[in-house]
């Protein structure tokens, strides 16, 4: 018979990511930043989102950090209309991490209270599972994707602060079923407030903003 021995492991593989994500919602949190972590499969519309937000705020300044595994076509439309963009590329990351994003952050020039926007590669899977130094996570969902996606996804719908469903303006051309949707919401995630909007008319933005702004105003 040979010994057996236990050995507790006290230290998590992500705590060196989890450690520095503390620090950046730390540091920015006391210049006033609102951190909002972005995520989203591609194609939901994350970047319109942010385009619609910013049109609306007031008095709250964004700022942004785009994140792609390649290109930088959002940055340089964002950058284009006015708002401080910075790019992050992974090349072949599934998601950003917490040691980007503070790299990265110590790069921008913070001169006004305001929200710093970061839009996570397009994913429903690995940007779940990493903080990044955020007080807000964003999902954004859209009815083209089907009812069935709290169920096939849920860590991002249960680690969710609030939930963007856009393009609702199709829901009369789709077969998506918003009974079923909600109830896989509200099974992961009772409380979190889920706004119906389109990038494409701005429908529910208004509120999606005023809710924004009420955060940073908290912070």
């Not at 040691?99 to 710093?116: A, Q, R, S, W, Y």
């Not at 089907?146 to 169920?151: A, E, F, L, M, Q």
């Not at 856009?166 to 979190?192: A, T």
Request: proline share 4%; charged share 30%.
């Amino acid at each position: 018979m040979h010994d057996v021995k236990k050995i507790d492991v006290m230290e998590g593989i992500l705590d060196e990511n989890d450690s520095i994500a503390a620090r950046v919602k730390e540091t920015l949190g006391e210049k006033g930043i609102l951190v909002v972590n972005e995520m989203g499969a591609p194609g939901v519309g994350k970047t319109t989102t942010l385009k619609n937000i910013f049109s609306r705020l007031k008095n709250v300044k964004p700022y942004v950090i785009e994140g792609d595994i390649e290109a930088d076509f959002d940055t340089k439309d964002l950058q284009a209309s006015g708002v401080q963009t910075l790019q992050i590329n992974t090349y072949g990351s599934c998601h950003l991490d917490a040691p980007m994003i503070e790299h990265t952050v110590g790069k921008m020039e913070f001169d006004e209270k305001g929200i710093l926007f970061i839009e996570n590669i397009g994913n429903l899977v690995c940007p779940a599972e990493f903080t990044i130094g955020e007080h807000v996570m964003m999902l954004v969902s859209t009815v083209t994707e089907g009812s069935d996606k709290p169920y096939k996804y849920p860590l991002a719908f249960e680690k969710a602060d609030v939930i963007i469903l856009n393009k609702v303006d199709l829901m009369p051309y789709l077969d998506f079923d918003e009974e079923f949707y909600m109830k896989g919401v509200r099974q992961l995630n009772p409380d979190v407030p889920v706004f119906k909007v389109s990038g494409r008319t701005g429908e529910g933005f208004d509120e999606v903003t005023a809710w924004f702004e009420k955060r940073a105003e908290e912070l």
